[in-house]
């Protein structure tokens, strides 16, 4: 499966932003699907993950209670959608597929063998 993440710009503080990760070339339903992001200077971190079926879901304490992560299987999607956007968001953010069981679900980025290109945001203070 190729993954590819856009929807990315510059925003101000406080603003939402959705990114998109469109998969090609596989069943969608087949992975579970993590959004990870890399600051300039500063090491890969996790933001969020879906199941495959997209009951079960986890983010970051960072950004618990401002992210959201959903998915339609139908439309070969996964959304991100960022609220109450802070300069600490500042990031290139990407999406990556790992085939697992139904509802299961990992934070490490190292259980991800399928990795898009990212895609930039900036939110500016």
């Known amino acids: 499966v190729q993954l590819q993440a856009f929807g990315g710009g510059l925003v101000q503080t406080g603003d939402s932003l959705r990114l998109s990760c469109a998969a090609s070339?596989?069943?969608?339903?087949?992975?579970?699907i993590g959004w990870f992001r890399q600051a300039p200077g500063r090491e890969r971190e996790f933001v969020a993950t879906?199941?495959?079926?997209?009951?079960?879901?986890d983010y970051s304490g960072s950004v618990k209670g401002r992210f959201s992560i959903s998915r339609d299987n139908a439309k070969n999607t996964v959304w991100l959608q960022m609220n109450k956007l802070k300069p600490d968001d500042t990031a290139v953010y990407y999406c990556?597929?790992?085939?697992?069981?139904?509802?299961?679900?990992?934070?490490?980025?190292?259980?991800?063998?399928?990795w898009g290109q990212g895609t930039l945001v900036t939110v500016s203070s």
């Open positions: 879906i199941s495959r079926g997209g009951r079960v879901t």
């Open positions: 070339g596989g069943t969608l339903s087949d992975y579970a």
């Open positions: 990556a597929g790992r085939t697992a069981v139904m509802g299961e679900i990992d934070w490490r980025a190292m259980a991800y063998g399928y």
